[in-house]
């Protein structure tokens, strides 16, 4: 028999969020985590941000292990007044920028075209009227989810696009619709958990929202002028989850669409259809927290409250893998297939583990009773 194996590599730690409290002293002191992170393979940079709105940036190497200087510390960037809740990168624009939202209401662009000299955040976008859940760029969008309800369709504004960073102003609003046959509601009573986006002639947006629907949206083709300047039609809605949905990903070159809930389970849909594919509820009736995709074996890697590290492969339809690999919950998994090690994330550290496959072992059944030496 063969099976999947994490071997760990290196762990990234901080006297900022790694210090665990009592449950006394966090009630007095206030305890600081991590909330999310971004791994930049293609700049060498790990980001984490954390509960207090600081985000750690440390300098790593191409199998993301960290670059040893002779001050090692982590980098401070203190924009943020809050949470520290998403964080993407954007290799397109602007030779290389990192958008962050926080429980400040407030988007932060960073400037990574050159982050030896500093990172330094060269644009605030305000227009949110509570925390930023989620975060998309693509087709020369940015996409924001918060907690006001609304999903906010960002453009860049500027006349002659001639600026170094391009001027984004909101162009569009969307809010989630109320269920058939029942009176709307207020736009904060639902929403937009996550986002994800397909790219292409006709991009497609997938949202979804704090009652388990999902939703897709696509540019208006009466009124796309061929300049990515359409407003956003939804094309359909449907209820996929009983609770919010909390991760939606769109697989790249594939028609899937894979949906993490509240409701402990984990679905695949046709994202075409909608029509669910499969499903599977978590094994130790918790919450599934992350999700990356491992394109090489087709593998999903799935990581929930108890510290549970999942490998469900497609095609056969089934776990591949599932192993406690920490204590803590895991908040983020990101896989790296060029070099197949994951990056795991828990409230106080980040671990490095290689992921070796194709490890051979057999069961020796001789003994009746418990082996003692």
Not at 8 to 28: D, E, G, W
Not at 251 to 272: G, I, R
Not at 303 to 315: I, Q, S, V
Request: with cysteine; hydrophobic share 40%; proline share 4%.
């Amino acid at each position: 028999m063969t099976s999947i194996e994490f071997r760990p590599v290196c762990s990234y730690t901080s006297p900022l969020f790694s210090t665990q409290k009592s449950s006394r002293r966090a009630a007095r002191d206030g305890a600081v985590t991590a909330s999310s992170s971004l791994f930049v393979s293609s700049r060498g940079l790990l980001f984490v941000g954390l509960s207090d709105g600081k985000i750690l940036c440390w300098e790593t190497d191409k199998h993301m292990v960290e670059r040893r200087t002779k001050d090692s510390k982590a980098r401070v960037l203190e924009e943020h007044k809050g949470d520290v809740r998403c964080m993407i990168f954007v290799e397109s624009l602007c030779q290389g920028v990192m958008f962050s939202g926080a429980s400040d209401r407030c988007i932060k662009m960073w400037d990574l075209s050159d982050p030896r000299i500093g990172i330094t955040c060269v644009q605030s976008l305000y227009g949110h009227g509570g925390t930023v859940l989620s975060l998309e760029y693509g087709s020369d969008t940015l996409l924001s989810s918060s907690t006001d309800g609304f999903l906010f369709v960002w453009r860049d504004s500027s006349p002659a696009k001639l600026l170094r960073f391009p001027a984004f102003a909101v162009r569009q609003k969307i809010t989630p619709e109320p269920r058939t046959g029942q009176p709307a509601r207020g736009p904060k009573e639902t929403w937009f958990l996550s986002i994800s986006m397909r790219e292409g002639e006709a991009p497609s947006i997938f949202v979804g929202d704090s009652e388990g629907y999902v939703h897709i949206y696509k540019p208006d083709p009466v009124q796309d002028s061929g300049e990515g300047s359409a407003l956003f039609l939804l094309v359909w809605k449907v209820k996929i989850h009983e609770l919010g949905v909390s991760k939606i990903m769109a697989v790249p070159m594939e028609s899937f669409l894979f949906t993490l809930s509240h409701d402990q389970k984990f679905k695949a849909l046709d994202s075409v259809s909608g029509q669910v594919i499969f499903e599977e509820s978590n094994q130790c009736n918790v919450v599934f927290h992350s999700i990356a995709w491992d394109s090489a074996s087709q593998d999903v890697i799935i990581a929930d409250d108890k510290g549970n590290l999942g490998f469900y492969n497609l095609y056969v339809e089934s776990w591949v893998a599932w192993k406690n690999i920490s204590d803590e919950q895991i908040i983020h998994v990101h896989f790296e297939p060029g070099i197949s090690r994951l990056l795991v994330m828990t409230p106080h550290s980040l671990q490095v583990m290689d992921v070796v496959r194709g490890v051979k072992f057999s069961e020796l059944k001789e003994h009746t009773g418990p082996i003692v030496s």
